[in-house]
């Protein structure tokens, strides 16, 4: 299986040749990636308690855009939101943008992305607010951004998992949807819209952005994916998914690189196949600015709501005449396995790179 990381470490000093200007942001994920697992940045030794043997592992480089570095976040963040979750059925509601808004964004990422978590989340809240619908003062969800497409081109959209329901305006009542709607989508769509063009407006930007953008219909797609823990494993997958894994790469031949990928419309698996410097660019325009907030949690599921979620469970009890009931136990993250007998490794120490004293006063 040919990994991302060798591609990189083949060809990317070649695109950094032809692309002088690319930004230093782009240029320390080529680095990361490059360095990942490598022995660049060290080692961490393990010992199988099978057979005894050590194992030498080269480090990880921790860069939220490396596709190696992700699968132990990923598991962290959904043992810390499992705690979290309420007995309550969830959703899973996606914002995605007009084609002719794409190019707009990729040129002012940082304003555009945080214009597409300010709209959507205030549709949200604005149609949650409805006594037609939920009539409630403060839902909760939680939002994740993703900008590519199933070949990795350019596709913002944000995720968002939703508890069904919300608090009064007193904050002492827990009001519930149905267990099979939230919200209609097709209310949500022109809040939606026109919030992120006020954005716009403030920000003196509205004349660098297509006008066929405010004539189209801006899509918002909602399902029903079960109880807090189904929703939530489902979600964990997106949080830290980068633009392609490992596993999607098929190969590397001739300067070719050939992906799998799932059809939107069969659900079958295809392939498609880039040359290699337009590989490159495509994962690498799936960077997200330096210090951009990609996950973000909202109304009673910020960190500094001032209603604990310990007191949601207890109205949420009251609301349903259910008793509160205990959480799932906590799975240990998977281990590393032993190469040679499969056995499950043990952490002992880890080693940092050495480096001569002159090369450190140098």
């Not at 309550?88 to 597409?116: C, D, I, S």
Request: aromatic fraction near 12%.
């Amino acid at each position: 299986m040919t990994r991302i990381a060798e591609i990189f470490r083949a060809f990317a000093p070649e695109y950094l040749e032809r692309f002088p200007q690319l930004p230093g942001v782009h240029r320390k994920v080529i680095a990361a990636i490059c360095q990942c697992r490598s022995g660049e940045l060290g080692h961490t030794v393990y010992r199988c308690t099978q057979c005894e043997a050590s194992h030498w592992i080269g480090r990880a480089c921790g860069n939220r855009h490396c596709p190696q570095c992700q699968a132990h976040k990923s598991h962290q963040w959904l043992e810390r939101q499992l705690d979290r979750r309420l007995p309550v059925p969830y959703f899973f509601l996606t914002f995605t943008v007009p084609e002719p808004l794409r190019a707009f964004l990729r040129a002012h990422q940082r304003v555009g992305y945080a214009a597409l978590f300010a709209a959507s989340a205030g549709a949200l809240k604005k149609l949650a607010r409805d006594s037609r619908h939920l009539g409630t003062e403060l839902p909760g969800f939680t939002g994740v951004l993703h900008t590519w497409g199933r070949q990795l081109q350019f596709h913002p959209h944000v995720h968002y998992i939703v508890p069904g329901g919300g608090l009064s305006a007193e904050r002492d009542r827990w009001l519930s949807s149905r267990a099979d709607f939230y919200l209609p989508v097709r209310a949500l769509s022109p809040i939606y819209k026109a919030l992120f063009k006020k954005r716009m407006y403030q920000e003196g930007l509205l004349d660098a952005i297509d006008p066929q953008v405010w004539t189209v219909d801006w899509n918002v797609d909602a399902a029903p994916p079960g109880d807090g823990e189904h929703a939530l494993r489902y979600l964990a997958s997106y949080v830290f998914r980068v633009a392609i894994s490992d596993r999607r790469v098929v190969s590397l031949q001739d300067r070719t690189v050939t992906i799998r990928y799932t059809d939107r419309e069969s659900g079958q698996q295809r392939t498609t196949a880039f040359e290699v410097m337009e590989f490159l660019r495509r994962f690498l325009q799936h960077v997200l600015p330096t210090g951009f907030m990609k996950v973000r949690h909202f109304g009673f599921l910020n960190p500094n709501s001032t209603v604990a979620l310990d007191t949601i469970r207890q109205l949420i009890a009251e609301a349903t005449g259910r008793e509160l009931s205990a959480c799932s136990p906590k799975e240990d993250p998977p281990p590393f396995h032993c190469p040679d007998c499969g056995g499950p490794l043990a952490y002992v120490r880890s080693v940092l790179p050495f480096r001569s004293a002159w090369l450190d006063t140098g």
